[in-house]
């Protein structure tokens, strides 16, 4: 079935320089999207949202953009700290009581 | 506030076994999802639990696997006759509505590490 993918299984950036985690997804009817956060033993944490009638939203040191036209997401992180290396996950509503994830992506931060 | 809560953190059981999940959401939450993560993989849907309503059970990998909710408050996963492929991280979220709806993201516990011998 249609399902959300990721392009790059690991991402390795240096400290305080910014990065990108990209996302693709094959459902066109696909509403809503959502990125989280998962650190080492722990539950994945929410980061940050986007309706599918939205292009870009920001919020602290985090941006979403959101392509329907390639269908393509990506999470951009603004001066990349330690404390953001995690896996970070995209996830997508097209079912309307839930999401589906994505394979996640491994962000590493060099100090 | 309390977050959601998972018991036990871990679990070692030997192949053929029965164990149990319990996942506490938070409270005044309406929706209740149960996720399985194997290793370095992403989140799998297993079940999900909406108020009163019957529970969506598509995602339940075989008949060993069940779930209970008590109204609106504790959910217990029950995994019978525990096979090796069963070893995953077993995550269980809250949301104030159903996932899908804007403004009520999942809120998740850090999870039950099952390993099966």
């Known amino acids: 079935g249609e399902s959300v993918g990721l392009h790059l299984p690991t991402l390795s950036v240096q400290e305080g320089d910014n990065s990108i985690i990209n996302c693709a997804y094959s459902?066109?009817?696909?509403?809503?999207f959502i990125w989280y956060k998962q650190e080492s033993g722990k539950g994945p944490q929410f980061i940050i949202d986007?309706?599918?009638?939205?292009d870009k939203r920001q919020g602290q040191r985090v941006t979403v953009l959101l392509n329907k036209t390639v269908k393509h997401l990506s999470l951009q992180i603004a001066a990349t700290q330690p404390g953001d290396s995690a896996v970070y996950f995209c996830?997508?509503?097209?079912?309307?009581?839930?999401?589906?994830f994505g394979g996640g992506t491994r962000l590493m931060v060099k100090p | 506030g309390a977050g959601v809560s998972q018991s036990p953190s871990n679990k070692v059981t030997e192949k053929g076994k029965d164990v149990e999940l319990r996942c506490d959401p938070i409270?005044?939450?309406?929706?209740l999802y149960w996720y399985r993560q194997r290793l370095g993989q992403g989140l799998e849907f297993l079940i999900y639990?909406?108020?009163?309503?019957?529970?969506?059970k598509s995602g339940l990998p075989s008949d060993r696997f069940s779930a209970e909710r008590t109204g609106e408050s504790v959910s217990t996963l029950t995994i019978q006759r525990t096979q090796q492929e069963d070893s995953a991280v077993y995550l269980c979220?809250?949301?104030?509505?159903?996932?899908?709806?804007?403004?009520?993201?999942?809120?998740f516990g850090n999870g039950t590490r099952l390993t099966v011998t």
């Open positions: 986007i309706r599918s009638n939205m």
């Open positions: 639990f909406q108020g009163n309503s019957a529970p969506d």
């Open positions: 409270s005044g939450h309406t929706a």
């Open positions: 459902n066109s009817a696909s509403d809503y």
């Open positions: 979220a809250s949301s104030l509505d159903a996932a899908g709806v804007y403004n009520s993201p999942l809120h």
């Open positions: 996830a997508e509503n097209n079912a309307g009581n839930m999401l589906t």
